[in-house]
């Protein structure tokens, strides 16, 4: 049985990534003064105690009773998260906004398919081919150098390191998932020890970080692209299979250009454009709902996870389907 990609979880996912559009621009738009590994410390850090605050005031039981099997995908999900956040500021810190998150985000479709390949054993569809292929020639497209243009390969490898990250918590969420776990409450856990790891960072760039557009940044990074992104992404991932979540990601880097050109007045050239556009069709081919197939597998289809998608070493008494 394959999972369907329902629209509300599209939806969910989607508006994540426009949320995550946002955070390359802001940065820019509030100057070089904070360092970008101790401002993404300070994001996930503040993103984390407001998603903890909002989970134990709601369901305080929340962090009670996790099956022994979550731990595993925990921990990479946090792992994934903390390097995320240093290796992508540091990327748009390198070479710009745009450029990091087209970098960033043309890896993740294929980082993630790949992770839910070996680990999930899930099969790639056609539509996921298809979109994905479109979305990383649209993102070669925008990164391509033009003329006298040099790119910062430096930078480049932060973005594709932080494009890798991103695949590898998808697929570690996308496990958490199905298991007996409240994803707001596992979310915080990944964001408050991300932040923990990245505390001799944040606390060294503290004098930087008390500054009044640095603290207006970490303000709308923290509580609206960490806690609420991810509660958005995460509650997204259990209506649609990891893949499409990776390409659905794509959004980010659109909404990253538009910002860039809107708000931070970059001119984009007519490859750029045409590189969008690609992206966008790559958005569009993997979001549209698919035929509802006759095959025996399909006739039964609902909107849990397939128990054959849970991993062998963990057990059916710990998870639900």
């Known amino acids: 049985?394959?999972?369907?990609?329902?629209?509300?979880?599209?939806?969910?996912?989607?508006?994540?990534?426009?949320?995550?559009?946002?955070?390359?621009?802001?940065?820019?738009?509030?100057?070089?003064?904070?360092?970008?590994?101790?401002?993404?410390?300070?994001?996930?850090?503040?993103?984390?105690?407001?998603?903890?605050?909002?989970v134990l005031a709601t369901t305080p039981r929340a962090y009670q009773g996790w099956p022994r099997a979550s731990w595993p995908p925990l921990l990479a999900a946090t792992a994934a998260t903390t390097v995320f956040q240093a290796a992508f500021l540091t990327s748009v810190a390198r070479t710009g906004a745009a450029l990091a998150t087209a970098v960033t985000f043309g890896i993740v479709p294929v980082a993630t398919g790949v992770c839910?390949?070996?680990?999930?054993?899930?099969?790639?569809?056609?539509?996921?081919?298809g979109g994905t292929a479109c979305a990383v020639l649209g993102c070669a497209l925008v990164t391509a150098p033009a003329g006298a243009d040099r790119v910062d390969l430096v930078g480049v490898a932060f973005a594709v390191l932080s494009g890798g990250c991103f695949g590898v918590y998808t697929v570690s969420a996308k496990l958490l998932t199905l298991g007996r776990v409240s994803m707001p409450a596992a979310v915080s856990v990944t964001l408050l020890v991300g932040g923990v790891l990245?505390?001799?960072?944040?606390?060294?760039?503290?004098?930087?970080?008390?500054?009044?557009?640095?603290?207006?940044?970490?303000?709308?990074?923290?509580?609206?692209?960490?806690?609420?992104?991810?509660?958005?992404?995460?509650?997204?991932?259990?209506?649609?299979?990891?893949?499409t979540a990776g390409t659905l990601s794509l959004a980010?880097?659109?909404?990253?250009?538009?910002?860039?050109?809107?708000?931070?007045?970059?001119?984009?050239?007519?490859?750029?454009?045409?590189?969008?556009?690609?992206?966008?069709?790559?958005?569009?081919?993997?979001?549209?709902?698919?035929?509802?197939g006759r095959t025996r597998r399909e006739q039964t289809p609902g909107p849990a996870e397939p128990a054959a998608q849970v991993p062998r070493s963990v057990g059916r008494d710990h998870w639900t389907s």
């Not at 930087?208 to 992404?233: E, H, K, M, Q």
């Not at 001119?267 to 035929?291: C, D, E, F, I």
């Open 252 to 292: 980010e880097p659109l909404v990253a250009t538009a910002l860039a050109v809107l708000v931070l007045h970059e001119r984009m050239s007519a490859r750029v454009t045409a590189g969008l556009l690609v992206l966008l069709g790559g958005l569009v081919v993997v979001s549209l709902p698919g035929r509802r």
């Open 198 to 243: 990245l505390a001799p960072w944040t606390l060294a760039g503290l004098p930087a970080l008390t500054t009044a557009r640095s603290l207006a940044l970490v303000a709308w990074l923290g509580p609206i692209t960490a806690a609420l992104a991810y509660w958005f992404f995460v509650t997204g991932l259990r209506r649609v299979t990891a893949a």
């Open 116 to 129: 839910e390949r070996l680990v999930l054993g899930t099969r790639l569809s056609r539509r996921w081919i």
């Open 1 to 54: 049985m394959e999972q369907r990609n329902e629209p509300s979880g599209v939806l969910l996912v989607l508006g994540a990534g426009l949320l995550w559009g946002s955070v390359g621009p802001a940065q820019v738009l509030a100057g070089p003064g904070a360092p970008p590994v101790a401002l993404g410390g300070a994001r996930v850090l503040l993103g984390g105690l407001v998603l903890a605050g909002i």
